[in-house]
């Protein structure tokens, strides 16, 4: 059980990956192993927590790139610009907006890209943590009911959502 454990949670700090392929490789892969409960719990938990360390990370990493004079001379003054550019929209919509952008279950979406882009738009921690709980918890939502409704049959096995996950 705690091998197949620490194989989801190394599946979901997969960047573009994270719980939208941990939650149905555990449902569909290890259901002799653990309950679909189990699988999204332990997926949410390391999203949840996979966000917040990358958010953190964010600040010491710019600042070591910012001691690289061609970063920061020409790719630094391009983010800056797309934070002023953007920030009303941020100031508007919030954390929100940011959760929904980590919450759509597609590809370069997630907490990554998320905890990346509320950085560079000035979102402070505690509003980051707030959006990454919600955006995760959507994700995951999606993903586990739309795993859920193939397993009981739902979604028929030869549709192409079907195919999509199953391997037959």
């Not at 958010?55 to 061609?70: K, N, Q």
């Not at 983010?79 to 009303?88: A, D, F, G, R």
């Amino acid at each position: 059980m705690v091998k197949s454990i620490l194989i989801l949670i190394a599946i979901t700090l997969i960047p573009t990956l994270e719980l939208r392929a941990s939650i149905p490789w555990g449902i569909f892969l290890m259901a002799d192993k653990l309950t679909w409960p189990v699988v999204a719990v332990v997926c949410i938990i390391a999203n949840i927590i996979l966000g917040w360390i990358v958010f953190a990370i964010m600040g010491p990493v710019f600042e070591i790139l910012r001691r690289w004079e061609w970063f920061d001379k020409n790719i630094w003054p391009i983010l800056e610009k797309t934070q002023h550019k953007i920030h009303p929209y941020v100031e508007k919509y919030g954390e929100f907006g940011v959760a929904v952008f980590i919450g759509i279950p597609l590809p370069m979406s997630g907490v990554y890209t998320g905890a990346f882009g509320a950085y560079l738009l000035g979102v402070d921690k505690r509003k980051f943590a707030i959006a990454n709980v919600i955006g995760v918890l959507i994700a995951a939502a999606a993903v586990t009911t739309l795993c859920l409704l193939i397993l009981y049959g739902a979604v028929a096995e030869d549709s192409f959502i079907g195919k999509l996950f199953l391997k037959r």
